[in-house]
């Protein structure tokens, strides 16, 4: 076989052996794969090999246009599979704070970012290309480590989702001006707006009046719904090129366009598979394209911009999001979570090269700057818990901010005497809702406390003794009269939280029953470890389950210690089989084969 024609294979697999020993040293250190990719892509790149001014060699990879290439497609495609997993519904409870906040937040980092280029002496033009650049965040990575993390559903999963889907508007926006600022006339930037909000419209109205029927007519083959949605896929790439877009714009319209439960789960189901592989083409590739020669020169702005990204563009959206009522942990989480440059930077900033208005060095600075704060937002992230506990303190004025947005959230009994002997329950959202309807029931005296100030407000509408707050805050649980309560239900999956709830609940309240919830067996099992009495795992037992168990406990006053040694029994067993079979993609396939087509 001629070495040309294997040469395309050969570079793809340099790419994943260099993934993959570089993942196997970065998991065996514990540290995020993000980064161990990234560097991946500069040892095996040019600019390493141009370095170390070797004779002959080049770099392990030869055909740097396929990969940059495949990476282009990855960042479509990737884009085409977050589309598919928002859904909308989910972001109801925080449509305000993501919708404004999001507006607020983009507009205050862009115009950081213009006073940062204009102190470097950069061109108008490129001072609001810089602006723009360090505005918006990554969709395809903070959805990537949330889902790692388990965190989709927790409420700064949500918020960083409604976030980032606010800006991939704001983005399509400004990639529909700034392609025709040069040219600027109001019926240019119009027609370039009207393209983008349309583009938009359709896929939003697809999802809802034409999609569903569409597929729902196709649904009993799932080889044609699966090459159906790659052709719903291209014919949105193709409008978007049309219009003058970026195809990776095309890609995440297409999938929102057909997020339609429950024909979602068979599409993504097939090709998630994909998703890893062509994330890693694009981690690698990223680091490939760091021009190492550049970043002595260009050591001021990259200085500046990362501490935009990094430092300021997160306190403004902690303070955005504080404003808005949120308490003072998911705002940082929130913020910190969005603290680098998004893939449509990269082509933003690509964007101003191929038309002439950016030279290449911006396009070195921006790819620079993405390696740094996406490598450093997956540390962010992954330890997002130890971060907030470090620099609490200095949030802590915020709470004034916070307290016009929540003022009034809260329904306790007026006689604080009557708060005995009663349940609280930590959360209020699925889980914790299908729990109340089990308590209303039974006619038990229950508290929710609730960080999130819409779930508040809807509980009091229904006149539900709630309060607004963090149970982590003993000023908290003090108003809750924590020290009488019979029973505690936390039905927030982290871990850290947990066991800052079990810690305070055995010091201050030793004897009352405490149910937590975690997202994985070896999670579970350390809540237990650490003094849980019983917990649950959403993935294993459903809420109507978890509605017996609080039924047996209320009538029959069965013994939670039994359940609790039951369960340990059952993930120790499954712990040690190493894999629990509910989680197994082929498991997942089958369930969601049956959902959908019967």
Known sequence: ?????ISPLYDVGIVFAAAAILAYISSMLKQPLIPAYIIAGIIIGPEL????????????????????????????????????????SRLKDVGFVSSFGAIAQVLASFAFGVFGAVYFGYPFMTAIYLGLIVAFSSTMLVIKILQDKNEIDTLHGRIMLGFLLMQDILVVMAMSVIGNIEHFSPEIIIVALLKGIGLFS???????????????????????????SLL???????????????????????????????????????????????????????????????????????????????????????????????????????????????????????????????????????TILAVITITLTSYFIRYHNTLYSSCSGLFAPL???????????????????KIIDHIIICGAHTMGLGIIEVLQRYGKSFIVVDYNPAVIKKLIYKDIHCMY?????????????????????????????????????????????????????????????????????????????????????????????????????????????????EYRPEYLKDLHRKIVFG
């Open 1 to 5: 076989m001629d070495i040309v024609t």
């Open 49 to 88: 090999a141009a370095l170390l001014n070797i004779p002959g060699y080049a770099g392990l990879v030869s055909d740097h246009a396929l990969i940059l290439t495949l990476s282009e497609l990855g960042i479509t495609f990737l884009l085409f599979i977050v589309g598919m997993e928002i859904d909308l």
């Open 202 to 228: 359709l896929a939003i109205v697809s999802s809802k009046y034409i999609f569903p029927s569409f597929v729902k007519s196709i649904s009993k083959s799932s080889e044609v719904v699966f090459l159906s």
């Open 232 to 366: 719903v896929a291209f014919m949105f790439c193709t409008l978007s090129h049309l219009a003058g877009f970026s195809i990776a714009i095309g890609g995440f319209l297409a999938g929102i366009s057909l997020a339609v439960f429950p024909y979602n789960l068979e599409i993504i189901g097939r090709i998630s598979s994909l998703r890893d592989f062509f994330a890693t083409i694009f981690f690698v590739s990223l680091g490939m394209q760091l021009v190492l020669t550049d970043i002595p020169v260009l050591i001021g702005p990259i200085i500046l911009f990362s501490f935009i990204v990094l430092v300021i563009k997160p306190v403004l959206t902690t303070v955005i999001i504080t404003v808005f009522g949120y308490e003072g942990r998911t705002a940082f989480i929130s913020g910190t979570g969005l603290a680098q440059v998004s893939e449509f930077s990269l082509i933003l900033a690509a964007l101003g090269y191929t038309t002439g208005v950016l030279p290449m060095q911006i396009v070195s600075l921006t």
């Open 399 to 417: 709470k004034y901010l916070r307290h016009f947005g929540t003022h009034g959230l809260v329904n306790l009994p007026k006689e604080k005497a």
């Open 469 to 581: 707050g963090d149970i982590s805050h003993m000023e908290v649980l003090e108003k809750m009269n924590f020290k009488q309560a019979r029973l505690i239900i936390s039905t927030i999956p982290e871990v850290d939280s947990n066991k800052l709830l079990i810690e305070k609940c055995r010091e201050v309240n030793p004897n009352t029953d405490l149910l937590v919830t975690a997202n994985e067996p070896d999670e579970a099992l350390e809540l237990y470890d650490d003094g849980a009495d019983y917990v649950i795992l959403p993935k294993l037992i459903s809420s109507e389950r978890i509605g017996n168990y609080l039924g047996q406990m209320f009538t029959s006053k069965k013994d939670i210690d039994e359940l609790r040694k039951k369960e340990i029994v059952y993930l120790e067993r499954k712990k040690e089989e190493e894999i629990v079979d």
